[in-house]
């Protein structure tokens, strides 16, 4: 996004859906930092509130399009692990968020909703194959 102006305008304008089955967070340990996957307790598909814009890349002159999660404070279960959370929207929400529902949406979701394992640490790896299934099997922590 660029910068305030642009960033409220797209707030207004341009909100979207982003759907995924989950996302990683990191908590600082002794040891490193330990990857944390998080995803819906119920199984279905997680949906983060988001926006997106158009963009001209003043080098290349190439249109873009971007797009980002909006995130939040932490519910009391993800706290445990990391300071903040992408805002997780419930079905009820999808309408709304998206014709420009209020900011009584932007908030964590409660508690109950997420399940979260840790995962292996090559997930930090930038080399790690994206859609290798391995990244989201849990694994003890040491």
């Known amino acids: 996004m660029a910068g305030p102006v642009g960033m409220i305008g797209a707030f207004r304008r341009t909100r979207c859906l982003i759907p995924a089955s989950g996302y990683y967070e990191w908590q600082n340990t002794a040891t490193g ?84 394992w840790p995962v292996s640490r090559p997930v930090n790896s930038s080399r790690a194959p994206a859609n290798d299934p391995n990244l989201i099997e849990q694994v003890e922590v040491t």
């Not at 983060?48 to 002159?61: H, I």
């Open 33 to 116: 930092k330990q990857p944390w996957y998080f995803t819906r307790a119920d199984g279905e598909p997680m949906t983060f509130a988001g926006l997106w814009d158009e963009w001209k890349n003043k080098a290349t002159g190439e249109e873009l399009k971007s797009c980002t999660m909006l995130i939040t404070e932490p519910n009391d279960f993800v706290a445990e692990v990391h300071d903040r959370m992408p805002v997780v929207l419930e079905t009820k929400d999808f309408t709304p968020w998206l014709n420009d529902g209020g900011p009584g949406l932007l908030k964590p979701a409660a508690n109950g909703v997420l399940q979260r």
